[in-house]
């Protein structure tokens, strides 16, 4: 028998086990990089998105083998896809380059679009302010002729400008608007230090200037910001807020603001992750740059203080930095990524200076190029969508060396000779294999040239002789160029064959070199969540609030829970029927669901702040525990102690206060403190209901330092220190009122003795 329960056990450790390593294991791709959104269809890959994007549905319709991940945190599921928790993650393409800007480290975006959103602001139908709606959009309509939204968005998504012009507010204000906002969407609604910034919040400043009104800005999750305007808490919403149809019917929209694109951050598996290192500390050092406007335009804008290396090729830029005669070389992130296949010495920093274009170039003012140019052109667009590019992207910037072959045996040439320069050292584009020529390019004309019935005559000279060779007919065009202003005005250029960015290539060890190991990262992460502008009292405010909540619910929830077990004591059956059905509603429903319709339903139409509505709730839910409580505990008493008081000469009232009562306190006072421990902790959803308590802070901090662990673990730590600070004060009120250190005196005040 023994051994069979032995056998139970290690069989459901094994599923445990195994249930784990697929829960950890990831994902859909098994270590594949995602290219493309075709991949993301496999069975078993897992997509988040947050919560309130319309892109959940369609997601869910686009990609039905997918299992679809909804989020209310973005920094986390940044974090879940560069670890592999996540295959990707769709949300606004803006907000998730301003995250890698910041920081966020091993993950990419995909380069197409896969949706694009209209933003408009939320109207509350049951605002105070008559005809919002029509004000806000004549306020919209004359904000985009005097070009004021133009520059607002320039300012704030483009350029991520984080400085608030002066708004003159309103000199007499005749309304007071409220503002719903997240305070965690950058760059449309986040905190700089203390305060709120971001294109919503000077938004809201001048329409609020505009209508002669003063504002006041609510801080809501995502998960409650819609209830609160449906139900008139708020008079609007400016937060980055996608229209819908299904929004629509609850909370009207105003007129577009303007429109979103949105697109999937997948993980990076590329060669370099550049972790611990960044791209201003190469500033003032040695650095090589190939020959050509591009690259020496972005070597001038990023390291003005370096000394520059110029170079014909790569072989010479990775020559030289082996050599140590430079500490840096600037290249195209796919050449960069191939180089490190070959030589693993050389890595990159994992931060694109610039996006660009790669087209093929044709001979300017010429009909025969133009024409040909043109067949190219409608070649690409059908290769582009019917996956043929991303197909040659697969092979070509790849790991797998053995699809890695180009076959020019066919090319039949019924239709002439096509002759094309390239360079044969440029990987992955053009480069020589076991003695042939191969790439991205080379496979690509090849493939034009099959199916236009074209033969193929390459060419091959350095990269700065390709637009002379093409502009003196030698050739009849170039391969992979990087489309700049200049090299227009010389050559015609084809549509995009690629898309990608210059990076700095680095030796590897000088990546490694930078990691100041675990504690220099934890000061780093310390310095950026609680020190940089002024963040800790971010925590401070809202460990004050998470106090607030807490102490009133505990000192307001014994004294409703002692309230109704006196009025229930004496057997009222009514009292102690609607007493039952009170502790059953509160204690059966799930928390947020009860402050949210506290907030939206039973309050709705209440100037209540969410601290104080909180407070009730809470107050609700600790009530109905001390009631539960107190019933176990005075039960647990033997019936004898009352029969004993009333022999004494006690009345009903002092027998069960000076008798029963302290012999109680023992059975339910651990259970007391628990709850206590568990109330604090239970606080942590008051987000819902409009309320910046100490979990909400964390999450603007996250915001803000697109760290997804370390604001966590500190709010964490910080509920561990209050949690036993509250514990140690029920404690030393405990051995205070401990039955057992009363005297004799005290047990027998007010009984005659003799």
């Keep these: 028998m023994r051994k069979c329960i032995k056998i139970k056990k290690a069989a459901v450790l094994c599923l445990l086990a195994a249930a784990l390593c697929a829960l950890f294991a990831g994902c859909a791709a098994d270590g594949e990089a995602i290219t493309s959104y075709d991949q993301l269809g496999k069975p078993g890959t897992r997509i988040g998105v947050m919560s309130d994007l319309i892109e959940y549905e369609m997601l869910k319709k686009d990609f039905p083998d997918a299992e679809i991940i909804a989020y209310n945190d973005s920094p986390l599921a940044y974090d879940d896809v560069a670890n592999g928790r996540l295959d990707a993650y769709v949300y606004a393409r803006r907000e998730m380059e301003i995250a890698i800007e910041n920081g966020t480290e091993g993950v990419r975006i995909l380069k197409d679009d896969y949706n694009e959103n209209r933003v408009a602001v939320g109207i509350s139908p049951a605002s105070g302010i008559p005809d919002l709606r029509r004000k806000i959009n004549q306020f919209i309509a004359q904000a985009k002729e005097d070009g004021t939204l133009d520059d607002m968005y320039r300012r704030w998504v483009v350029e991520v400008n984080e400085e608030m012009p002066e708004i003159t507010p309103a000199a007499n204000p005749q309304y007071h608007l409220r503002v719903g906002t997240t305070g965690t969407v950058m760059p449309y609604s986040y905190y700089v230090g203390t305060e709120l910034s971001g294109f919503d919040i000077e938004l809201a400043y001048r329409f609020a200037a505009w209508l002669g009104a003063d504002v006041e800005f609510k801080i809501y999750d995502f998960g409650g910001i819609l209830s609160a305007a449906a139900t008139g808490d708020i008079d609007c919403i400016m937060s980055n807020l996608f229209v819908t149809e299904e929004r629509d019917d609850g909370v009207p929209f105003s007129d577009v603001l303007f429109s979103v694109k949105t697109a ?39 390291f003005p203080d370096s000394e520059y290396f110029y170079y014909n090729g790569y072989p010479d830029c990775v020559a030289a930095l082996l050599a140590n005669k430079i500490d840096g070389f600037l290249g195209d992130e796919p050449g960069i990524i191939s180089i490190h296949a070959e030589s693993p010495e050389i890595d990159y920093i994992h931060e694109s200076l610039t996006e660009n274009n790669y087209s093929f170039a044709f001979r300017k003012d010429d009909e025969k190029s133009a024409a040909l140019c043109s067949d190219l052109n409608e070649f690409l667009e059908q290769s582009w969508a019917d996956g043929t590019m991303d197909e040659i992207a697969d092979i070509w910037l790849g790991t797998d060396e053995e699809k890695k072959v180009v076959d020019m045996s066919d090319l039949t040439g019924e239709n002439g000779t096509i002759r094309v320069v390239t360079t044969s ?34 060419g091959d000279v350095d990269f700065a002789g390709r637009i002379p060779a093409v502009q003196s007919g030698k050739y009849d065009f170039s391969t992979d160029m990087n489309v700049t202003p200049e090299r227009e005005e010389q ?21 490694t070199a930078k990691d100041g190991g675990f504690f220099a990262s934890i000061a780093e992460s310390f310095e950026k969540t609680f020190i940089r502008e002024g963040r800790w009292k971010l925590f401070l405010s809202g460990i004050g609030t998470t106090l607030i909540i807490t102490v009133s619910s505990v000192i307001f929830g014994t004294l409703l829970g002692f309230f109704v077990f006196m009025l229930c004591r004496g057997g009222n059956r009514a009292a102690n029927t609607i007493a039952r059905f009170c502790v059953w509603l509160v204690q059966g429903m799930p928390v947020v669901v009860l402050l949210m319709i506290l907030c939206y339903v039973i309050f709705g139409k209440v100037a209540l702040s969410g601290t104080i509505i909180s407070s009730l709730g809470f107050t609700l839910i600790f009530g109905s525990a001390v009631f539960s409580m107190l019933k176990s505990g005075v039960g647990a008493v033997d019936g004898g102690q009352t029969e004993a008081a009333y022999a004494l000469g006690y009345t009903d009232r002092r027998a069960f206060y000076r008798v029963v009562l302290p012999q109680a306190l023992p059975h339910f006072l651990p259970a007391y403190r628990g709850e206590i421990v568990s109330l604090i902790k239970a606080t942590a959803i008051v987000g819902y209901v409009a309320v910046q308590d100490l979990t909400r802070m964390g999450d603007i901090v996250r915001s803000r330092t697109y760290e997804a662990f370390f604001p966590l673990i500190a709010v964490a730590v910080i509920y561990f220190i209050l949690a036993a600070i509250l514990n140690f004060i029920v404690n030393r009120i405990v051995i ?12 027998l005040k007010g009984v005659k003795t003799k």
């Design 736 to 747: 205070r009122i401990d039955p057992r250190r009363r005297s004799k005196n005290d047990i």
């Design 491 to 511: 050559v015609l250029f084809s549509e995009p064959t690629a898309h990608g960015g210059i990076v700095l290539a680095v030796h590897a060890k000088d990546l």
């Design 425 to 458: 050292t440029d990987m992955p584009w053009s480069y020589i294999k076991d003695g042939m020529n191969v790439g991205y390019d080379i496979d690509l004309v090849v493939r034009f040239c099959r199916e236009r019935g074209y033969a193929l005559e390459l």
């Design 264 to 302: 999937a951050m997948v993980r990076d598996t590329g060669a370099g992750s550049g972790e611990g290192s960044l791209i201003s500390d190469y500033n003032g050092k040695r650095i090589g740059v190939l020959v050509g406007p591009l690259m020496e335009d972005a070597a001038a804008k990023f």
